[in-house]
């Protein structure tokens, strides 16, 4: 086991360095220039270029790019050039909206997907199977942004149940941002189910065909055990993996869903930095929810040993 997590965290950092390059060029490549946007319409060219050189925009890009790779070793992501402040502390200040919108995302997905997976495979060719299969296909084909726009009208303007948008005030209690995320992580959380529910539907098609579960239909045990206990149970490394990647979807997915419901989250500091050319803050966010996405799949890998015990790495 500790030779195969040290692999994957070598492989890791491989990654990341690969991202960050990526995102290193992306950003700058984008038509734009921080110290005009700073600036304004009225800078002279002469004020462009000298708050360029204040920002050390004016070196070579290797020069920049090796002094970025300097930070990212000392496990620095710079300082961001609009919000004067490092971009750690920014993200940081940000994170907690984007965690609990992303877990309650997930948990949603999870509610819906995997039960009615279950029940869909339980009950095969069924009136039951079709509806779940037709609700899946539809609600995968509808953006998150649509959901987003359609809860807003009917349950927090026409039916004043939820908050339009923000996340409560700087004092309010976690109760009242939790209920300021409620309409977010269900537009988040519905076009994300589709895939698990389907992913659960085959697997468990799959394990309900062995002979080991007509074996527990022969002697008789109840359909509930067979599905849950039997089946459920050997179905789950390939749901444990869609579910992984779905979560780490989701972060990405939050950009939009925060910027619908104007969540300060990290997603809607990735918007801002982007229109605003704040590399500093669109390299470190980015690079650090690629961390995540990969940390995620590290940790469905693992977790298959626990479910399966015959997995061994």
Known sequence: MFVYVARRLAGMM?????????????????????????????????????????????????????????????????????????????????????????????????AIGVPVGILSAAMRGRWVDQTAIGIA???????????????????????????????????????????HLVLPAVALGIPNSALILRFTRTSMLDVLSDDYVRTARAKG??????????????????????IGLTAAVMIAGAIVTETVFGLPGVGNLIVSAVLRRDYPVIQGALLVVSGIYVLINLSVDLLYAVVDPRVRY
């Open 221 to 242: 045990l109840s359909p509930l055990v067979v599905v849950l206990k039997h089946a459920l149970r050997n179905a789950m490394i390939p749901i444990l993996t869609v």
């Open 137 to 179: 296909m539809l609600a995968a084909s509808v953006p998150s942004f649509w959901i987003g726009l359609t809860l807003i009208k009917y349950l927090a303007v026409d039916l004043p149940w939820f908050p339009v948008a923000g996340y409560g005030p700087p004092d309010a209690s976690l109760g009242e941002r939790l209920r």
């Open 14 to 110: 491989l990654v990341m360095l690969i991202v960050a390059a990526v995102v290193f060029v992306i950003a700058r490549v984008v038509p734009g220039d921080p110290a005009a946007v700073m600036l304004g319409s009225s800078a002279t060219p002469d004020d462009i270029a000298a708050l360029r050189g204040r920002l050390g925009l004016d070196q070579p890009l290797y020069s920049q790019f090796l002094i970025y790779l300097g930070q990212i070793a000392h496990f620095d992501l710079g300082e961001s050039i609009f919000l004067n402040r490092p971009v750690a502390q920014a993200l940081a200040e940000r994170s907690e909206l984007t965690a609990l919108l992303t877990l309650m995302s997930v948990s949603i997905a999870v």
